[in-house]
Each structure stands twice: as structure tokens, then as C-alpha cells.
């Protein structure tokens, strides 16, 4: 039989869900993350999920790779000492950057700039030259090339004590013409052949210049590690006798394989937030909500992004910590506030909650592997909401050591055990609510106007209660939310792009010129398909042209069909770009629209993972119920109903206030709400009246 596997290694746990083509069937597990080394947690759940299925590790044919080794090492500045190759008199383009600094109005005084990547004497200036029509004004000097890595050699001997791990090339106009950077990359393979090279003309062949070197920078810094983490992965599988495909996930929700992985890691920085994204577009879906908030609370941080129309929002530019990176992903947006986010009250005498994280070593107290400071879980164990085995018994968590840890908050703010518990929770809830404003509320966006997903091994304990402060109804809980990223894996596609910056108004260009710039790019998309050994009959392109108003600063990205440029030329080009505008902008000015970049987007198709659909039975679920608590809901206990979730039926309906359980996360009901499990067993939340005012 043909088995698929996701695995998304998270700051807890590392989530699995096995997929088998032939029958359809799911399986899933959880084993705890191992931070020092992420393989190791890897191989660990490949084990056990076989074992769970009944098979051996060696029937997994593709396995299918979330990860954020490159989303660490960036974060944490344990990359790869770099050294940096540009023009002449451009030296400072990493220090220069850009005018914007974070945070409020006067956010200027207090932020620190982090140092470059690539450090300013570990960076030269050569004097070869192209002009932005791609001509070459001062040819390159080979002796000059050697030169340049010499010194950055010598200089990171005598600075560091060792050698460069990685150099980045960055030159001007290499977008348009990439002759110099390609023939450099030549050069200094030729003199140093273990040095990993990047030229930016192929990370991103775009304009501007600051964004484009940081990048390539970016991806110089994060190479070796990665590589060496991919590399670790593919040995240990051979270790074990396993010699499955594995491809890894990219920021936009594609797969690329190993190789590509190891070459361009700087795609990979929304790896693991980007399949759960995914997964919750095509459950809206299912669900009959072409429009999604997915939220995905786990053990160290929340995610959050929107879906239009079943499709994730993508971003051309993503934030990491304080760098722009110019590559094209999933717009998520990360707070640290998860299960293991840690409660405190500073000298100001208000409650905090985060970013601290306990993570998956200590972890929250109630853990019982040496935590001793109050977190989320913590808090929801106290009051309730969290029953004290986890992972289907696998995890017993200590109530006492959780009540010991939360009652320095209660001492600190004057509080009794259970208020200061619902005060975390509610701490939490608002922070998680201001990342939702910003996916949607900052961009125009009435968060009214979407449903809400709720996965994670902690979004299903928090989603009815953010859905409260955000209006959006229904709170979809899918059948598997504690590795539901995992599962997004299993429904996500081959995909790499290819782009030309072409800088042209609308009246100096022509529909037919656009046409034929897309198709050029389109057969290199093809052959890179054909590379990955992509069958024709699952080739799929996709076109993009970036738009923005003659000197404008910003640009859009606006979906294109070459049949329309054909049949009307620029017309339905022009009104989508419009519409855009007036809704990140809220107006549209009368001015010319100018073409950026034009983009031709390569998809190998693979099977879609399909859930299987079941008919609706009655709505009593007292079948399900299997014990009774008194349970902490704002301000005093009720009496609360259990659920097992593996017993409960399409159709059932489940009021609140009631507590669901199941082997990878918790679902809580609010009073005064209920819960609805539709045809995929997904449990629908919605205010109670909500079907009487509906009819």
C-alpha cells in the first residue's frame, strides 16, 4: 500500500498524521519535540505512527516535512558566519537598509538594530558594473573577484578565529542580467569549492537592490544549518533502512524537495505555519465558508492568516523578527502566546502573558519536568478546561504543581487562585485577538465576515472565547486539530517561480508583450517540473503580474490569465488591481498603473487528501458523554459535561457549558453556546439562538 506522512515539528511537540492513498484512512500521533536536535523527535514519531497503523516504517513512500530550523536559526543568530560580495561604494547596503523602523511613532528611540548578517568587514566591493537595461558598463575582473575572497578570508580568520561558512553575492541590475553574479559564483567555486555560494539573481531576480541582498544574505546565513539538518534526516532514514521521497514544505504552502530545500532554505522561514493555513482553507471549505481566519495555538507561539475564497492570502514579503525577506508566503502573523507562554507581573503591577515560553523543556509545571513558572496550561488545568491526561493518558499533568505555580500570580495581584487563572486566559485571549486584528481589521477586513479555525494542541481550549471578542462565527474545530498543520502537508503541491522585473506603464507596453514575457517564463516553470519529474498531465501554471500606480512605492501582485490579455488585453488586469487597492488603501486614484514584475508560477499537482464524509444522524449526543465536573467559567464553577469526541456522531449537538476531549487537543464550549459535528465531523460553534435567528 502507498502511504503518505506529514510531519510538523514544532517549539512541544512534533505532530504526525499518516495518510494511506489506497483506503483513505487516517492515523495520527504526537511525540515531544527534541530541540537539541529535531531529527531525533522525527524518527521517534515515524516509529510509533507505524506502529500504530500496524506497518512497517518502510512502507512510508513520501514524507512530507514541516520545519522551522530556518526560522530558528534566524531568530536565535546561529547562523553561518557569512561574507558578502556587492559593487563598489554599495558595501553598506545591509547597514543603509530602509527608512521604516517598527512599532509606534517614536518606536525609533528605543529599538536596537540588529547587526548584519554579513558582517561590514567581511564585505567587499568589486568594480565590474551592469545598468538597469541589463548592459554591461565595466566588465568583470577575475583578479579582483580573488582578491575580494581572499581578504574576506584573511579578515574572518584574524576577527573570528574560522573560516567563512557561506558567501552571498549581490550585484546591481543582476535581475535583468545575472552575467557577473554567475561567472563570481564560478570564480569562487573554482578557488574554494566547499564554500556555499548564493547569488541573489537566484534567490530573487526582482528590483531593489536592499531587499534582494538581504535576502540572499538570509539565505547564505540559514544554508549550512539547514543543509546539515537535511542531511542529518536523510542519513538517520537510511540508518533505519528507509529510503521514502521527502519533500519539504515552503513558505507559501508548496513542497520543494530536499535538494532545492538544502539550495534556497530562505523558502522555507513559513514552513510549518503555512500548512495549517492550508488545511484550514480547504476544512472552510468543506465547511461551506469560502472566507477563513485560521488560528493555530500551540505549545510556544499563535499563528494566524486569512483565506479568501478557499485560497490562502499570500504575501510577497514576510517579516522575521526585524528583517523584511522578500520572498513570496502565506501572510501569517506570530505572537508568542501558546500553551507554555509564561504568566508574570512586573514592576508596573499588571498582569503579563508571554512572549516567555516554557516550551518543551521545562514546559508548564503542571508537566512535572521542572517547570515551576505559571503558564496557560497551567491556568486551564486549574480551572478546568484542561483535563489532566493528555495524548489519551500517554501524559498525566500534575494539578498541584500547576495550582503551586499560578498562586504566585494570585499573591502578586491580590487575586484568589481560580481569578487569577481566568486572568491569564483572559490576558492571553486579548493578545491573540490584536493578531487577529492585523491579518484582518488593519488590511479593511471585518473579522464578522469570516468563520473561524481553530487548531493546535491549545487553539480548540481558547477558539470559542476569541470568537466571542471577534464576532466570527461559526469556530470550526476539524476532526484532527492538534496536528492539523501536519495534515495540510498531505494537501499541499509541488511549486517554485519564476520572475522578470519589467518596470513599464500600462500605454508603453502592450498585452501581447506581457503575454509573451509570461510564456517565456512559463517554459522555464515547465522544464523545472520536468526536473522534479512532474508528468505533463500534472503540470500546472499560474500567472502573476505585480501592479502599482505610476511611482508608487508598493506593488501588488494580481493574478493573470493569458486567455484574458488575449480576449480583453488589460482590462480585467486593471479592475482586479482596483479592487485590491480601495481594499488594503480604502481609496483609488486617478493616475496612471504601472507593470513591476511579471511572475509565471510552476505547480506539479498532487493527489489532494479527500475526508471522508458521513450521514447525519440525530442531534442527542448523550451517547458521548462520559463524566460530569464542576467547572471555572468567569467567575464560578457550573456543572460541566464531558464529551469523548470519538463518540460523537454527525448531526449530534453539544450545548455548552461542556468540555470535548480527544487524544490531540481540547475543545471548550462556552456557556451559552453550542457545538454542531457536520458531515466531516467537524464540530461547528455558534452563540445559542444562533439557528432560530438563521431560520
Not at 501558546?338 to 516567555?356: M, N
Not at 506603464?505 to 517565456?520: A, W
Not at 481594499?583 to 509565471?600: H, K
Request: charged content about 20%; proline content about 6%.
Amino acid at each position: 500500500m502507498n502511504y503518505r506522512l506529514g510531519i510538523d515539528v514544532g517549539g512541544t511537540f512534533t505532530d504526525l498524521v499518516l495518510f494511506n492513498e489506497e483506503t483513505g484512512r487516517l492515523f495520527l500521533t504526537k511525540v515531544p519535540s527534541t530541540p537539541s536536535d529535531p531529527s531525533i523527535g522525527v524518527l521517534n514519531g515515524i516509529r510509533k505512527i507505524a506502529e500504530i497503523a500496524g506497518i512497517s516504517p518502510r512502507d512510508i513512500q513520501l514524507i512530507l516535512h514541516g520545519t522551522t530550523v530556518a526560522t530558528n536559526t534566524v531568530l536565535e543568530g546561529k547562523g553561518a558566519l557569512v561574507g558578502l560580495i556587492t559593487n563598489k561604494g554599495f558595501e553598506q547596503i545591509l547597514h543603509v537598509a530602509r527608512g521604516q523602523t517598527p512599532g509606534p511613532l517614536a518606536g525609533w528611540i528605543i529599538m536596537i538594530k540588529p547587526d548584519p548578517m554579513a558582517p561590514l568587514e567581511l564585505t567587499r566591493g568589486i568594480s565590474a558594473r551592469i545598468n538597469a537595461r541589463g548592459e554591461e558598463l565595466v566588465p568583470l575582473d577575475v583578479g579582483e573577484v580573488r582578491a575580494a575572497l581572499l581578504e574576506i578570508q584573511n579578515w574572518a580568520q584574524r576577527l573570528y578565529g574560522r573560516k567563512v561558512e557561506a558567501l552571498a553575492v549581490s550585484l546591481l541590475h543582476s535581475y535583468v542580467n545575472p552575467m557577473h553574479e554567475q561567472e563570481v559564483k564560478r570564480i569562487i567555486e573554482r578557488e574554494s569549492g566547499d564554500l556555499s555560494v548564493t547569488i541573489s539573481s537566484d534567490i530573487l531576480p526582482e528590483f531593489r537592490e536592499y531587499e534582494r541582498t538581504l535576502t540572499a544574505v538570509m539565505n547564505a546565513y540559514v544554508r549550512p544549518r539547514m543543509s546539515g539538518y537535511l542531511r542529518g534526516i536523510r542519513e538517520k532514514l537510511e540508518a533505519e533502512g528507509l529510503a521514502p521521497v521527502v519533500n519539504i514544505l515552503r513558505s507559501d504552502g508548496g513542497v520543494m524537495s530536499l535538494e532545492a530545500a538544502s539550495d534556497k532554505p530562505v523558502n522555507t522561514l513559513m514552513s510549518g505555519p503555512s500548512g495549517g493555513v492550508i488545511a484550514a482553507s480547504y476544512v472552510g471549505q468543506l465547511c461551506g465558508y469560502a472566507n477563513v481566519i485560521s488560528f493555530d495555538m500551540g505549545g510556544t507561539s499563535t499563528d494566524v492568516a486569512v483565506s479568501f475564497g478557499g485560497r490562502p492570502y499570500l504575501a510577497r514579503e514576510t517579516r522575521l523578527g526585524y528583517y523584511p525577506v522578500k520572498v513570496r508566503s502565506v501572510d501569517v502573523r506570530s505572537i508568542g502566546a501558546g500553551g507554555g507562554s509564561i504568566a508574570h507581573v512586573p514592576i508596573t503591577g499588571a498582569l503579563r502573558v508571554g512572549p516567555q515560553s516554557a516550551g518543551a523543556e521545562p514546559g508548564p509545571a503542571c508537566y512535572s519536568l521542572g517547570g515551576e513558572e505559571p503558564t496557560v496550561t497551567d491556568a486551564n488545568v486549574i480551572l478546568g478546561h484542561l483535563p489532566p491526561k493528555l495524548l489519551g493518558g500517554e501524559m498525566m499533568l500534575d494539578v498541584e504543581a500547576a495550582r503551586r505555580a499560578v498562586q504566585k500570580i494570585a499573591d502578586a495581584l491580590g487575586l484568589d487562585l481560580y481569578g487569577a487563572a481566568q486572568g491569564i486566559l483572559d490576558i492571553v485571549n486579548e493578545n491573540m485577538f490584536g493578531a487577529i486584528r492585523l491579518v484582518t481589521v488593519q488590511r479593511g477586513l471585518d473579522p464578522r465576515d469570516f468563520c473561524l479555525v481553530a487548531f493546535g494542541g491549545a487553539g480548540p481550549l481558547h477558539a470559542n472565547a476569541l470568537a466571542r471578542l471577534t464576532g466570527s462565527w461559526p469556530v470550526i474545530v476539524p476532526l484532527m486539530p492538534g496536528v492539523f498543520s501536519a495534515l495540510g502537508f498531505l494537501h499541499s503541491d509541488i511549486k517554485n517561480e519564476f520572475a522578470r522585473t519589467y518596470i513599464r506603464t500600462l500605454d508603453q507596453t502592450s498585452p501581447t508583450e506581457i503575454k509573451t514575457l509570461l510564456l517565456k517564463l512559463a517554459e522555464e516553470a515547465r522544464q523545472w517540473l520536468q526536473r522534479e519529474g512532474i508528468p505533463p498531465e500534472r503540470q500546472h501554471i499560474e500567472y502573476e503580474v505585480d501592479v502599482r500606480y505610476y511611482r508608487q512605492g508598493y506593488e501588488f501582485p494580481i493574478p493573470v490569465s493569458v486567455v484574458d490579455l488575449d480576449a480583453i488585453g488589460f482590462e480585467q488586469l486593471v479592475a482586479d488591481f482596483k479592487r485590491v487597492h480601495q481594499q488594503n488603501y480604502g481609496f483609488n486614484i486617478d493616475s496612471m498603473i504601472e507593470v513591476v514584475n511579471v511572475r509565471a508560477i510552476g505547480v506539479g499537482m498532487v493527489r489532494k487528501l479527500e475526508l471522508p464524509r458521513f450521514e447525519r444522524e440525530g442531534s442527542d449526543s448523550r451517547h458521548a458523554m462520559v463524566d460530569h465536573h464542576q467547572i471555572y467559567f468567569q467567575g464560578g464553577f457550573l456543572d460541566t459535561a464531558i464529551y469523548d469526541r470519538s463518540r460523537l456522531r454527525p448531526g449530534n449537538v453539544i450545548h455548552g457549558p461542556a468540555v470535548i476531549t480527544q487524544i490531540d487537543s481540547t475543545v471548550v464550549i462556552l456557556p451559552g453556546h453550542y457545538g454542531e459535528v457536520d458531515e466531516y465531523l467537524n464540530i461547528l460553534i455558534w452563540p445559542e439562538g444562533h439557528a432560530q435567528e438563521s431560520s
